[in-house]
C-alpha cells in the first residue's frame, strides 16, 4: 500500500501542525501505521479492519467538508446583510478616529461627499465641513470623547466637487481593537432646512403684515375720528349754536322759547356721543401731548365710569424715552386690561406702573380680582379673545417686546409687558 507524501517543498514544525491540525495529526498517525504494514502481509480480518477504518476516515471527512460549505455559506450569507445594512443603507456611515481620520465609510457615505470610498479611508472628514461650521465639528468630536455620550449636530458639508448639503451628525463611542473610535451617522437634511427657512421667512413676513394691518386700523381710526370731528362733530356744533341763537330771538314769550329746549338737548347728545366715539377710536390727547398723557386722561374717564375700582399709579419713565410707535401699543394694552378687569374681574383695587429700568420699558397691570386659567382662556377661539389677550400678547410682539399674563382663581392678575429702550 502506497503512503501519503507532504506537499513538496513544505516546511513545518510537526508539534505546531499537530495542535492547529488536529484531524491532519491524526492522518498522520494513520499513515505511519499504514507504513508498518506494508511490510508485512495483512490477514483478512486485518484487511477488513483497514478498509472499515479508511471508510469511516472518508466519511467523517465528507461530514466535515459540508460543515464547512455550511459555514461558508452562513458566513456569505452574513456578508450579503453587512453590505445591505451597511453598504446600501440610505444615509451615510462613518467610522472615524479620535483625531477625525475616516477609517471606514459606506457607500451613501461616499455618495453624499462626492468622493470615491478608497478617497475618503485615511483622510480627514474635517476637509469636508463648511468652513464657518468647523468649531461646531471640533466641538462635536471634543464632547464626544470626552464625555462619551451620544452627540448630535446639525453644519453645512462641502463634497469633494464643491457642492454643499445641510447635514445632521449623530456620533457614539466605540471601541475597535482596543481603541476608541466614533461611529458617525451622516443625513442630509438640506430639505428640512429649506423648509425651515421657508417657514421663517413667511412668519416674518405675517409678522410684518400683521405689524402693517395695527398701523393701518391706527390709521384708519385717526381718520375717522378726524372726520367725525371735522364733519358731524362741526354739524352738530353749528345746529345747536343756531337752535340757540334762534331761542335767544324768540320774543313771543317762554312757552314758544322752550319748544327749542328738546333739539338742543338731543344735539349736546349727539355731540357727546361723537367726542366719545372719537376718544375711543383715537384720543387725541396721545398725538397732542404722548402716552402718559393719555393714560392720565384714560384713569380718570375709567374712574368717573366706575367709581368702585380704586386705582394706584406708579410712572417713572419721561414721554421722550418712548418712541412714537410705542405710545398707542402701551396705551391699547393699558386699554384693554383694564376693560377686562371692569368686564370680568370683580376687582376693587389695580396697580398699575410704567417704568424705564436698565434700559426697558416695563407696563405691569396688577388687580386683586378673581383671577382665571390663563392657558385655557388663551386657547379660547372668536373675535373677543382675537382681540383680548390673544391682541395684547400680539401687540407687543410686533412691536419689538413680550407680554406675559399670570393669573390664578381667586388671587388676581398680573400682565407684563417689556420693550427694549431703543425700539428693535
Request: net charge negative; aromatic share 6%.
Amino acid at each position: 500500500m502506497n503512503s501519503f507524501e507532504p506537499e513538496s517543498g513544505r516546511k513545518s514544525n510537526p508539534d505546531a501542525l499537530h495542535e492547529t491540525h488536529p484531524l491532519r495529526a491524526r492522518a498522520e498517525e494513520k499513515l505511519k501505521s499504514l507504513e508498518a504494514l506494508d511490510a508485512k502481509t495483512l490477514s483478512l480480518e486485518e484487511a477488513h479492519e483497514l478498509l472499515h477504518e479508511l471508510r469511516v476516515h472518508h466519511i467523517e471527512l465528507e461530514m466535515q467538508n459540508e460543515e464547512l460549505r455550511g459555514a461558508q455559506a452562513a458566513l456569505d450569507l452574513s456578508r450579503a446583510h453587512y453590505f445591505a445594512l451597511y453598504d446600501l443603507a440610505p444615509i451615510g456611515y462613518c467610522t472615524l478616529s479620535p483625531n477625525g481620520m475616516i477609517l471606514h465609510a459606506n457607500l451613501t457615505a461616499s455618495t453624499l461627499l462626492d468622493a470615491p470610498r478608497g478617497a475618503l479611508v485615511k483622510s480627514r472628514l474635517s476637509r469636508f465641513i463648511h468652513k464657518e461650521d468647523q468649531d461646531i465639528y471640533y466641538l462635536h468630536l471634543r464632547n464626544l470623547f470626552e464625555s462619551g455620550r451620544r452627540q448630535v449636530c446639525e453644519l453645512r458639508v462641502v463634497t469633494k466637487n464643491g457642492g454643499s448639503f445641510w447635514a445632521r451628525i449623530e456620533s457614539i463611542v466605540n471601541r475597535e481593537e482596543d481603541a476608541p473610535v466614533c461611529r458617525m451617522v451622516l443625513s442630509d437634511i438640506t430639505e428640512r432646512k429649506l423648509a425651515e427657512n421657508a417657514l421663517i421667512q413667511n412668519e416674518r413676513k405675517l409678522r410684518d403684515l400683521s405689524a402693517k394691518l395695527l398701523s393701518a386700523q391706527e390709521e384708519e381710526r385717526k381718520r375717522i375720528a378726524a372726520e367725525l370731528h371735522d364733519s358731524l362733530g362741526s354739524s352738530l356744533t353749528a345746529i345747536k349754536m343756531g337752535i340757540e341763537n334762534a331761542r335767544a330771538r324768540v320774543d313771543r314769550g317762554k312757552s314758544s322759547a322752550e319748544l327749542l329746549d328738546p333739539p338742543l338737548a338731543w344735539t349736546q347728545l349727539a355731540i357727546d356721543e361723537v367726542r366719545r366715539l372719537m376718544a375711543e377710536l383715537r384720543p387725541p390727547v396721545i398725538d397732542d401731548m404722548g402716552a402718559i398723557a393719555a393714560l392720565q386722561w384714560f384713569f380718570r374717564q375709567f374712574r368717573t365710569t366706575y367709581p368702585g375700582i380704586r386705582i394706584e399709579v406708579e410712572i417713572d419713565i419721561e414721554e421722550r424715552d418712548i418712541h412714537e410707535n410705542l405710545r398707542i401699543v402701551i396705551f391699547r394694552i393699558a386699554q384693554e386690561a383694564f376693560h377686562n378687569i371692569a368686564k370680568h374681574s370683580r376687582a376693587n383695587r389695580v396697580g398699575i406702573s410704567l417704568l424705564k429700568r436698565n434700559d426697558t420699558i416695563t407696563l405691569e397691570i396688577e388687580d386683586n380680582g378673581a383671577g382665571f386659567d390663563v392657558a385655557a382662556a388663551l386657547l379660547k377661539t372668536g373675535g373677543e379673545q382675537r382681540f383680548g389677550l390673544a391682541g395684547m400678547k400680539e401687540r407687543a410682539e410686533l412691536s419689538g417686546g413680550y407680554l406675559t399674563i399670570s393669573s390664578n382663581p381667586r388671587k388676581g392678575t398680573m400682565v407684563r409687558a417689556q420693550w427694549p429702550l431703543t425700539p428693535v
